[in-house]
């Protein structure tokens, strides 16, 4: 594993925990508002904390891997497999939830940001899932850090939304 590839996987490793930590900070000073949670609310949180902690363990992993002197190669190509089973896992049971709190009478705050997540997580599936199975050739790598910063860049939208929702009802009240 290239030197380039180490460092970057360590910088998405250390951003994955950063966001984690603002979710976590979220969830503090939301706990403490007299009007408590809103279902939507922990939909989001959960998608911040799906996303930042799986690009914090999904960047860690090849190097975890590559202790067990693989090639390279071996080791995307696992790597890859278990990056696409977790966002197939992970957008298909937070667009479930999603789904049924539109049914209960809570429907999305933004309309289309739920389609935009899922969609982002169904592409990096795929991508990842294409990696495992031999493909991309010399682009695995780029391939999977990419499907990485997908995971990243969700957690940053989900948390821009909450952030301006958030704003938004504390200059109402």
Do not use: K
Not at 67 to 96: E, K, N, P
């Amino acid at each position: 594993m290239s030197q380039a590839v180490t460092e970057f996987l360590v910088t998405t490793a250390q951003v994955g925990v950063a966001l984690a930590g603002f979710s976590g900070l979220i969830a503090a000073i939301r706990t403490a508002s007299p009007e408590g949670w809103h279902p939507r609310d922990i939909w989001s949180l959960a998608w911040m904390l799906g996303t930042s902690m799986g690009a914090l363990m999904l960047a860690l992993l090849p190097m975890w891997l590559s202790l067990f002197d693989w090639s390279d190669a071996r080791v995307y190509r696992l790597a890859s497999a278990i990056l696409a089973i977790y966002t197939f896992v992970l957008g298909g049971v937070l667009a479930r939830a999603g789904r049924r709190l539109t049914r209960n009478g809570y429907p999305p705050r933004v309309s289309f940001f739920p389609f935009v997540l899922v969609s982002l997580m169904a592409l990096s599936a795929v991508a990842a899932a294409i990696g495992a199975l031999g493909g991309w050739g010399d682009a695995l790598v780029a391939v999977y850090a990419g499907c990485i910063v997908a995971l990243l860049l969700a957690s940053v939208l989900v948390l821009a939304i909450f952030l301006v929702l958030l704003a938004r009802m504390a200059r109402i009240d």
